[in-house]
């Protein structure tokens, strides 16, 4: 399996940028999907996930309200839509693919991850 993360940028805050994370290998469908992310200095931490079909979501609560998680099982890629961006939503952002597994925001469910994205928020 592997994951391939994209969309990451420079952005000015109050801004937009959307994540992409495409599958392969594997039936995408079979995995939860998860976003993380990982600040300077500072621990990965949760920022949303999505189950298989699509039909349940989760988020941290640094980001509800702001970032959306959703997929298209047919493209194979899960996708993160954050808006209203803060100075403090600045890191490597990472997909991660957890196999066959129900909602989770624990790091060491997931079974396979992308190589990061950066997303940099200017103030």
């Known amino acids: 399996v592997q994951l391939q993360a994209s969309g990451g940028g420079l952005v000015q805050a109050g801004g937009s940028l959307r994540l992409s994370c495409a599958l392969s290998g594997r039936t995408f469908s079979m995995y939860t999907m998860g976003w993380f992310r990982q600040a300077p200095g500072k621990e990965r931490e949760f920022v949303a996930t999505?189950?298989?079909?699509?039909?349940?979501?989760y988020y941290a609560d640094s980001v509800k309200g702001r970032f959306t998680i959703s997929r298209d099982n047919a493209e194979n890629t899960v996708y993160l839509q954050m808006n209203s961006l803060r100075s403090e939503d600045t890191a490597v952002y990472y997909c991660?693919?957890?196999?066959?597994?129900?909602?989770?925001?624990?790091?060491?469910?997931?079974?396979?991850w992308g190589q990061g994205t950066l997303v940099t928020v200017s103030s």
């Open positions: 991660a693919a957890d196999l066959m597994g129900s909602l989770t925001t624990t790091k060491q469910a997931y079974d396979y």
């Open positions: 999505i189950n298989r079909s699509g039909a349940s979501t």
